[in-house]
């Protein structure tokens, strides 16, 4: 199972390069590793499941999460890739989407966030305001269903297959 992630929320232009790359950075490239890590023992066997966790965001555009739902989408488009290629191995991929659930991703969110906006300069500050505040906004809403509803659905993933 592939699971990492953070998000760095925001206007695209409010990030500087190295945020944009931090975030790729964290969530691309452990998928990759493990990926290749499991897939020799996966193919002597002919079988196995690889898990991708990703995020609902990997599907749907949401303003001022730009960079996150970018490296989701990467996400989603090389596991139905590596799908295909795997399948002539008996190897699965399946793509778990998660919406909002109350764990420490969205305070870690809001931090950032935060940090983010010390960081800025007036006129980026002045430019976007609006979504500033639409942003704060979004990031107060600490809702959504038990976490562990992903993880019992995980779990239960080989049992479908």
């Not at 199972?1 to 790359?21: K, P, V």
């Not at 995020?55 to 303003?63: A, Y």
Request: hydrophobic share 40%; proline share 5%; net charge negative.
């Amino acid at each position: 199972m592939n699971n990492a992630g953070y998000i760095l929320a925001g206007s695209i232009e409010l990030h500087e390069e190295e945020d944009a790359r931090a975030q790729f950075d964290t969530n691309l490239p452990g998928y990759h590793r493990l990926i290749c890590a499991v897939l020799p023992q996966m193919r002597a066997r002919g079988t196995g499941l690889i898990v991708q966790v990703s995020s609902g965001l990997g599907r749907l555009v949401f303003p001022t999460q730009g960079w996150y739902v970018a490296t989701k989408f990467v996400i989603d488009g090389m596991s139905e890739a590596l799908a295909y290629e795997l399948a002539p191995f008996g190897v699965d991929v399946c793509i778990v989407q998660p919406t909002q659930y109350p764990t420490q991703f969205l305070p870690n969110e809001c931090r950032y966030f935060e940090e983010l906006l010390v960081r800025l300069d007036d006129e980026r500050s002045a430019a976007y305001v609006d979504q500033i505040q639409k942003t704060r906004f979004g990031l107060q809403d600490g809702s959504g269903q038990d976490s562990t509803e992903v993880a019992g659905a995980i779990r239960d993933l080989p049992d479908m297959a």
